[in-house]
């Protein structure tokens, strides 16, 4: 019985002794996070995958795992699909799939600490109707089982210098309560890590790649707030920073103080608070307003401070990568270079900038097959060595106190073949088509997203993901609420509209299963324009990563005078900006690629 099978008979066997049954297990924490902290892996730790988005739903007969496009590939070969069905969202739901494999009065179980009130009570209308039970639990039975589940870390919190957020805390807090007035509520809860740690201008290292802290906050209508997070975390430091306006409580009595609002009106994101804060609020007597984090515009619109170190960060950064182009472009035919060693010697460049804090996000560093895996992640076990005749992508970033990097290129090791260099070129058209959007005011990124599918719809395909997602400052490399995506993409719906100072990635890319994948991406900030002869203020994008797109990989033939154009300017300005920063034979290296793309 290989591992996984026996933590799956395991997990059964508790729901026996909890009554239950069936379970829920999503891939997120207490938070409602993306990425979450080691003790948080319930789903990873049950099944084996490694994607950052997924749920699984157990019954004592039947199990299934839930993942969208990005994840195909990549779930199979990690959950053994002897004992797990693999279903597709957004066409499936955990709630349908469900209904369809419980009988009359069964019991399924959820943690109200790990999904919102509105999955909560969509899935207790769906049981429902055939006659079964959802059943909030107050032991989560995966931690019953999960013996050696670690620990939440432990690290301390730091102070996130006003010079580089641009605002102070209190300025924030002093916005927060404005906005309380404005919507009539005498106190907001704050769940999410990163807007705890914008609003209060904190960071911490209790999240892999992401400058979070496990904490709560509770602003209060005349602007001071009550920080609820791990004692040891504070210092003297923060201590001073946060000064007497934040009032500072244990982490564990976030949940009791949430009883303390009777007869008032507490705001809290539905999107981003978990069930059991709305359930602990109206159970004290208070009246929950499901109203938007106030954080969350602020947060995604960069001021001038965060623009500036973005700007500056992606200076530093691209150097790095361009020194890591230059090196693997040399090295990989060589052989002797796998995934692993590969995003390692980029690591290696990104620190010997002397400025890394983290990763953006563990590496995608994809050679040929993989490559066809969106979300790919190299581990000891899946590491193949770079081969001639194949694609190698790498998708990565940085995590500098000035500001989050996220790039993505692909390199050719050897000869590409023609369709190669189609799809790619199609891609990348597609990329320049967004780059280059002009647009008004009121724009979502889902109005945005056919610009950068059209080269590949023109061929008869397409990509299983999102154009462009949010990306913070020197916080979550996915940031909502902006995002380029299909309204079917998950989490779709209507979208953001976009605002100046936003920055999203721009990532158009094409995937063969079981050869090779494509992925240009590029960071974008929403800026505004005036054209000439307009009768009012545009936005547009200006592209913000800076890093030389493979000359060797395009069919020059497929591209406009304008998209050619587009190339060469990019790239003039990528050596303008990098070359003086780069060692002499970088340097050299790089205006030979970035050289003009011949009509």
Known sequence: MSIHSARLTALREQLGRQGLDGFVVPLTDEHMSEYVGAYAQRLGWLTGFGGSAGTAAVLADAAAIFTDGRYTIQVREQVSGDEWQYVAVPENSVASWLVG??????????????????????????????????????????????????????????????????????????????????????????????????????????????????????????????????????????????????????????????????????????????????????????????????????????????????????????????????????????????????????HQFREETDELRDLSFDAISATGPHGAIPHYHVTEESNLAIEPGQLYLIDSGGQYLDGTTDVTRVVPVGTPTAEMRDRYTRVLKGHIALATATFPPGTSGQQLDALARLPLWAAGLDFAHGTGHGVGSFLAVHEGPARIAKPTYPGGGPQEPLRAGMILSNEPGYYKAGEYGIRIENLLLVVERDLPGGEATMLAFETLTLAPIERDLIDAALLSNEERAWLDAYHATVTATLGPVLPDDDRAWLAEKCAPIAG
């Open 101 to 346: 494999h419980v009988g009359e009065g069964a019991r399924v179980g959820y943690d109200p600490w790990l999904h919102t009130r509105a999955w909560v009570e969509d899935t207790r209308g769906a049981l429902a109707a055939r006659g079964a039970t959802l059943v909030a639990v107050e032991a989560n039975p995966v931690d019953a089982v999960w013996h050696d589940r670690p620990a939440p870390s432990p690290a301390p919190l730091s102070v996130h210098r006003d010079d580089h957020a641009g605002e102070t805390s209190a300025a924030k807090r002093a916005r927060v309560a404005d906005w309380l007035g404005e919507v009539g509520a005498d106190a907001v809860v704050i769940p999410a890590l990163d807007s705890t740690a914008w609003l209060l201008n904190v960071r911490g290292a209790d999240v892999s790649r992401t400058p979070v802290a496990l904490a709560y906050t509770i602003v209060d209508a005349d602007g001071t707030a009550d920080l609820f997070v791990a004692p040891e975390k504070m210092t003297d430091a923060v201590h001073h920073h946060l000064g007497n306006a934040v009032r500072v409580h244990d982490r564990a009595d976030f949940a009791p103080a949430l009883g303390r609002f009777a007869g008032k009106r507490v705001a809290i994101d539905p999107a981003l608070a978990v069930a059991a804060i709305f359930d602990a609020v109206e159970a004290g007597g208070g009246i929950a307003l499901p109203v938007r984090d106030p954080t969350i515009i602020p947060k995604a619109t960069k001021n001038d401070a965060e623009v500036s170190g973005h700007r500056a960060a992606s200076i530093r950064d691209g150097a790095a990568l361009t020194r890591f182009l230059r090196w693997i472009a040399a090295e990989a035919p060589r052989g002797g270079q796998t995934e692993l060693s590969a995003a390692a010697r980029l």
